[in-house]
């Protein structure tokens, strides 16, 4: 078992290693995970993080290796956190993700890493969060964070990035209807991918129509138009991710989402840390005799954890 | 403001109007919610619990009205619970599920209720749980639970029903990829929808070897086909819906999903009071520091979390 002192170094320095090594510390609540988290936590703020979602099919995947790879060829060093709340069970990524993480693996100056559920209340997107202050630490320039599907984790996930890309693409008229309600609110720019199908036209009528149905805010999301497979339009959503950023540091958002990043921790890791600790103090035995209880119709469940927090 | 008992018997008659209250009371911590749910505790278990899973598009709203239509026409009350975890910003049904509400209303058999994600951690899934449970002692025989999206909260809601079927078109093969890895361990039915569309072998020949790929269990999931639509092999699917409760009952099956279904509420039950005790205790001074702390990089949120727990 190695000390958190260990780590800090490489991760500093920026080694996939150790950067690998700490966000699994991170997701299995390694001993040394905390005092790492500590000592990193002054020295984080400086990466860029950028949301991407949309529907199953829309192209996130090609969209953020396109924005990886030029971002890196503009010098920067990236970090890609696929967000995959599917797999709880199996513990692994999709299938293309894995296809993706090996295809590439060659960069050094890029980091990719599948996030899966653990089973932990507020798991997934908690890890998230640690996974992205991990990537900030070891001097990655920008973090893209790509969700598959439209669950509250990823709502969690992209409610605190500092920019939330929404892609969509021509002819998926029932699937804006799915993310409508809930991706809406924190989109900070939409982007059209497979922009050269028909019926782009009709997808940004439909946004357009979405946006004035949002309540008004001061930053008004662009819509912009790409064809990921060909690489079209990445240097201009390049641009709108850079111009959003340089808002945000202009009208006190970056302080906003550290706000709410914050929250979103504070809560996960209380309830866990709260839980965790009730547990510890009832024992083994009596939270096996109210899981059974519960079961066998004995007691209800909201009286068996009050007996558990209650009872000495 | 009532109290529980005078919810309880009205409840227990079915009143649509005592149940939809009921829940509501259940989703947003009325101070009646708990000693409601304690009364009811020991009359629970007889509904039968069906969920409803699949990618967007997959027609699961309209297999799921044409089954209740069907089972009302066999002479059921079914209550239908359509959860929705993209709307937690605005709280609301999608669009669909309001159109359809309003159509089904006329039904007194019928009862359709959209859940929405409150913001509470394991929100979602746990105010599910309390809504199949208040149908389940309102006397509906079936409670169909019908899922939006695959994210961690569907996992865990169709972890915890009877029978879970998993819907799937001909030409998504995309979808299928994305729902795989989440779902195909708690599959107990496939249904193929929309199966006079070309590509229904081709995705039967999918599903087969997904099956192929995962751990082998007991109950071999059959593979059906329908055409909502039309109503086309709904009647087929309640059969096979009938006879994998007949082969729950007869392999210890109810009691293995009661005790999944009472982990998974005393789990997120016991995070919440943990919490909220955690909360009150510290006061919201305190609380307000430690956010605040932890997005100016002051202190870390690990840290923050333990201050608040073991500081009197």
Known sequence: MSAATDLLEPLRRGEARALGRAISWMENGHPGARDLMASLWPHLGRAAVVGITGSPGAGKSTLTDQLARTLRAQGQRVGILAVDPTSPFSGGAILGDRIRMGRCAADPGIFIRS??????????????????????AAGYDTVLVETV????????????????????????????????????????????????RDGADQVEREIESMKSLAHPRDWDPPVLRTVAQRGEGIVGLIDQLREHGVWLRAHGGLARKARERARLRFDSLLAEAASRRAREKA???RVEAALQGIADRLVDPYTAVDDILDRP
């Open 115 to 136: 996030m899966a559920t653990r089973g932990a209340l507020g798991g997934l997107a908690r890890a998230t969060q640690d996974a992205i202050d991990l990537l900030d």
């Open 149 to 196: 599907g439209v669950g509250q984790d990823e709502v969690d996930v992209v409610s605190c990035v500092q920019t939330c890309v929404v892609v969509l693409v021509p002819g998926m008229g029932d699937e804006i209807q799915a993310i409508k309600a809930g991706i809406m609110e924190v989109a900070d720019l939409f982007v059209i991918n497979k922009a050269d």
């Open 283 to 285: 024992g083994p035995e």
